[in-house]
């Protein structure tokens, strides 16, 4: 009965030492898929179990990081399709987004208004695109990963992923520019 405790503490060190540097871009990526903190971390936490029960070794993974936000985006998918079955999940889109909850250090009066107008815009814009363009924008443009490491993870041919990101872009320039967000006066004071 020890042994089997002491392998099992010696297992739990192991996959928490391997999955640590990946724990903060694990949250940012579920809290991008699904726009609230409490889902995105039931989201990562569900991930954990899951690769924790299967006994995955990160360390003999290739690319590790990509590897596990595929299984990410796949969780994602899976509790997407079960949240659409369920009519009593709660609806969290008039929450506001990290993008206004971060502060810069003390900004000006002026600043933060641009700042808040800039974040209700850009997310108002991101809010019109399909799941997967949103994704997409969100894992190159946002996250900084490779379209070779986008197409892993989405498991899309890589000239799908350079076309959609071109119309993705040509997309957002178009919402980007419709009325009410079209002119942003600056007050001079």
């Known amino acids: 009965m020890k042994l089997n405790q002491l392998f099992s503490g010696s297992r739990q060190k192991r996959f928490e030492k391997q999955i640590r540097p990946h724990l903060t871009t694990l949250y940012q990526y579920a809290y991008r ?53 369920n009519p009593s999940v709660p609806n969290y889109e008039d929450e506001t987004d990290t993008i206004n909850q971060l502060e810069d250090a003390d900004p000006n009066p002026i600043q933060a208004v641009e700042r808040d107008r800039l974040g209700e815009k850009l997310e108002n814009a991101l809010n019109e695109l399909s799941i997967e363009q949103k994704m997409l924008v969100l894992l190159h443009d946002v996250e900084g990963h490779t379209l070779v490491e986008i197409a892993e993870i989405m498991e899309t041919p890589l000239g799908t992923l350079k076309s959609r990101l071109h119309r993705t872009r040509k997309t957002l320039r178009t919402v980007l520019q419709r009325e009410p967000f079209r002119e942003i006066r600056r007050v001079n004071l």
């Open 33 to 85: 898929l699904c726009g609230h903190p409490d889902d995105a971390e039931d989201l990562v936490q569900e991930l954990l179990m899951s690769l924790y029960n299967k006994d995955i070794d990160l360390a003999s993974l290739e690319r590790a990081k990509t590897w596990l936000l595929k299984s990410l985006y796949h969780q994602f998918i899976d509790f997407t399709r079960r949240q659409k079955r």
